[in-house]
């Protein structure tokens, strides 16, 4: 079945440390792959998307993601977090018109 | 560009009562959207998906009864709350997928709306 993991469901880190999001997924082929990121009350806002051609992918607000296809991965990083980062994260896959999406990933982030 | 508002942004009824949520593609023509429900703390859950000018399709265990939806244009979709009840109370996300984005299956969100039902 198809399936999108993400493994953490809380990260806490320092401000100004790096971060990593982990997000697995389970296809028959490559999927499309999305970073979603979501303030309490608010929608989705777009982070990065990886749809083919260069598996590092730059998105907004200083993050990036990198397919990794040998590890069915695609996660995200920022070099420097700041305190507005704070909030939750969605990885979504689409291989056919539907979405599938992670549990989620809230961050935390200490001043 | 490519963006989708939801109207109401956040609406309370009564029990027993139907609310009527919009969900519009401002600059772009959608022929599919998505209608999602997001319980506090977890992760977006499809309820159905609408294409313009024919019925909905609804993921197992949404009832079509209760959630009625219309995608009469290319431009609007309606989610219908029949008989709300305080358990129908949530934050409901819908996503419209653009002509130009089919190709990548990218679809666009719009903020939410949050349904509290007394």
């Known amino acids: 079945a198809q399936s999108v993991t993400q493994p953490d469901i809380h990260i806490t880190v320092s401000e100004g440390a790096s971060l990593e999001l982990r997000c697995n997924y389970s296809?028959?082929?490559?999927?499309?792959l999305f970073w979603y990121v979501q303030s309490p009350g608010q929608g989705l806002q777009l982070l990065l998307k990886y749809f083919s051609g260069d598996t590092l992918v730059q998105g907004i607000k200083g993050f990036e993601a990198e397919f990794k296809r040998s590890q069915s991965s695609f996660n995200l990083r920022k070099p420097s977090v700041h305190w507005s980062d704070a909030a939750e994260y969605f990885c979504a896959a689409s291989g056919t018109y539907k979405y599938i999406f992670g549990t989620g990933t809230r961050l935390k982030v200490l001043a | 560009g490519a963006v989708v508002s939801q109207h109401p942004s956040r609406v309370i009824c009564k029990s027993g009562t139907s609310v009527k949520i919009e969900c519009r593609s401002l600059d772009f023509q959608a022929t599919t959207m998505f209608w999602y429900r997001q319980f506090p703390k977890q992760s977006l859950m499809l309820m159905a998906t609408s294409n313009e000018g024919s019925k909905a399709t609804y993921e197992q265990g949404v009832e079509k009864d209760k959630f009625l939806i219309n995608h009469a244009s290319l431009t609007l979709s309606t989610l219908t709350v029949t008989s709300a009840h305080p358990e129908d109370s949530s934050f409901y996300i819908c996503?419209?997928?653009?002509?130009?984005?089919?190709?990548?299956?990218?679809?666009?969100f719009g903020p939410g709306t949050r349904l509290t039902v007394l």
């Open positions: 296809y028959g082929a490559t999927p499309y």
């Open positions: 996503s419209a997928r653009s002509l130009l984005g089919a190709q990548n299956n990218e679809q666009f």
